[in-house]
């Protein structure tokens, strides 16, 4: 699987790009986040990280058991003091399980600006704050990220700070959180000198970007799921083929019912209508059909009949399939629904042919008084039209 | 509408998201329903109306069949001047009308069976009684029909 690894370089207002497939590293590129849809696929996964000092945090007691909601409530009003920007354009993201219990703030005009080019790529997307990629390797630690330091602390919380700025930063953080004794996981010559007494651990970015692939599952994943159609459509790989094929489905689904009841009803009025003429045929005096059957029950009846014949004979299209030179004779019993056939030479596969024909055109073979010779069969045969037996 | 939709918090967007989709699946599902409904109703109708048809059309032929009996009783001399009329309607060849007291007899010669199964049809038509026998015989393409009613 793709996985692209995203940092903001802060210096070119575009982001740093570290391509791998699976943990294997393929490739880094610096590129506007704007373009990014051209350089990501919708099967690759997306890991984004928010420069930490973009974001609030705000550690949450473990034990406090509020309501997200009330506990949102409750942060925003502590923290109201200190944030410049109007408290309700920030989002707020509560994030609590055994190992972190952890609220981050983050702008929400900012969070829109990278969604809305990240969603144009249709990939899986992940949102972090960046000092969660220290965290997940060593709670407690500071790395070097482009032109920034990164600072991460037990509690979840962290910060990151321009190079230029460390010195004035790192001298808060002596006078704020004195017991503050992260691991370095880079070798800087300030850091060094400050964090003396701390352990050293120089590591490259892609082993804790591979370290938190495998770790992130318990990180809170700033990206809102939502609905975005786009997105969807393109992280399903649905193109205007499927989109056709799909409308064209409703369509069916819909349009089938409703072109089968007009037909449907148009047949039947036929129908009721040629009834309707059927009777008038019979009487011109009658206006109204309203049982047919019924009526035109009653009007045989009237007409006292001495004996029901039938146009049609039973079986008598059957003849045509017998329409053989070799058959020369027939001879139909129309009232048994009986024929007599008389076969002059007739080749024996013809005959065995016929023979299996004749179930199929509803004939059974009653009487067969033939005699075969030289390959021909004559003779005669009876035959029961119909289906007599 | 939009900026309304975007000023409500997620959990409020996710429950409307919801509410929208459960009444859009419901409303195309009875939609769908109610149309499928209304093509088994109107199937149902088309069955009725064709069985009710052709029973009326069997029971019709029958009484036609009865009153062409009568016609031809009353007045056979009729019947048999519509029947030499079909003849040569059919192009029937060296055909033969003999009439006794208790069988009418047709012979004549004719290819084609198709053409010759519809003038029985039609003769059945003519005097409301079905043939007792049909015969016919075969010399090569030759076919020699012999039909024999029963009065």
Not at chain 1, 103 to 124: C, H, M, R, W
């Amino acid at each position: 699987m793709n996985r692209y690894f995203l940092h903001e370089n802060l210096a070119n207002n575009k982001v740093q790009l570290h391509h791998y497939l699976g943990d294997v590293f393929q490739s880094i590129s610096d590129i506007d986040l704007n373009d990014i849809h051209n350089s990501i696929k919708s099967d690759a996964e997306i890991f984004y990280f928010i420069p930490s000092s973009r974001v609030t945090s705000f550690p949450i007691d473990s034990d406090n058991s509020a309501s997200e909601e009330n506990l949102k409530a409750e942060i925003l009003s502590s923290m109201d003091t200190y944030i410049v920007s109007d408290i309700s354009n920030n989002d707020i993201f509560i994030h609590r399980n055994n190992d972190l219990n952890i609220a981050f703030l983050v702008d929400k005009n900012y969070l829109d600006s990278i969604y809305e080019p990240l969603l144009q790529t249709g990939a899986k997307i992940k949102v972090y704050p960046e000092h969660l990629l220290l965290y997940s390797y060593r709670k407690s630690s500071i790395f070097e990220i482009l032109d920034r330091t990164i600072f991460s602390f037990k509690s979840g919380e962290g910060f990151s700070q321009a190079s230029n700025n460390l010195k004035s930063y790192i001298s808060i953080l002596n006078n704020e959180q004195g017991e503050y004794k992260p691991v370095l996981l880079t070798n800087n010559e300030m850091l060094n000198k400050h964090f003396n007494d701390c352990d050293e651990e120089e590591v490259a970015l892609d082993l804790l970007h591979i370290n938190f692939v495998k770790n992130h599952d318990n990180l809170p994943n700033l990206f809102k799921q939502g609905f975005f159609l786009k997105y969807w459509l393109k992280r399903f790989q649905i193109g205007k083929v499927d989109y056709a094929i799909a409308c064209a489905f409703f369509l069916i689904i819909l349009i089938y019912p409703i072109a089968t009841t007009s037909l449907n009803n148009n047949y039947s009025e036929n129908y009721k209508n040629g009834t309707i003429n059927l009777f008038k045929a019979i009487n011109p005096n009658i206006k109204k059909v309203v049982n047919p059957r019924r009526q035109i029950d009653e009007i045989i009846n009237s007409y006292n009949l001495e004996k029901a014949s039938e146009l049609s004979i039973q079986g008598i299209e059957s003849l045509k399939r017998l329409d053989i030179p070799q058959i020369t004779k027939v001879t139909i019993d129309v009232k048994k629904s009986e024929a007599s056939l008389r076969l002059t030479e007739l080749g024996v596969n013809q005959y065995n042919f016929l023979k299996n024909l004749m179930p199929q055109a509803n004939i059974d073979l009653i009487e067969e008084d033939i005699q075969t010779s030289d390959g021909k069969i004559s003779g005669s045969i009876i035959i029961g039209l119909g289906g007599t037996k | 509408m939009k900026e309304l939709f975007n000023s409500l918090q997620q959990r409020e967007k996710t429950l409307l998201i919801l509410l929208f989709g459960v009444l859009l699946i419901t409303l195309i599902a009875s939609s769908a329903m109610n149309l499928y409904s209304n093509m088994q109703e109107s199937s149902k109708k088309l069955q009725s109306s064709k069985s009710d048809y052709d029973y009326v059309f069997k029971k019709a032929e029958i009484l036609s069949l009865d009153l062409a009996n009568q016609g031809f009783k009353n007045n056979s001399e009729a019947a048999y001047t519509e029947l030499d009329k079909l003849s040569k309607k059919y192009e029937l060849i060296n055909y033969v009308r003999t009439p006794n007291a208790d069988e009418l007899k047709i012979v004549y010669i004719l290819n084609d069976l198709e053409k010759s199964l519809m003038f029985i049809e039609d003769s059945i038509k003519v005097i409301g009684i079905t043939p007792s026998s049909i015969d016919i015989s075969r010399l090569n393409e030759i076919k020699r029909f012999t039909i024999i009613f029963t009065i």
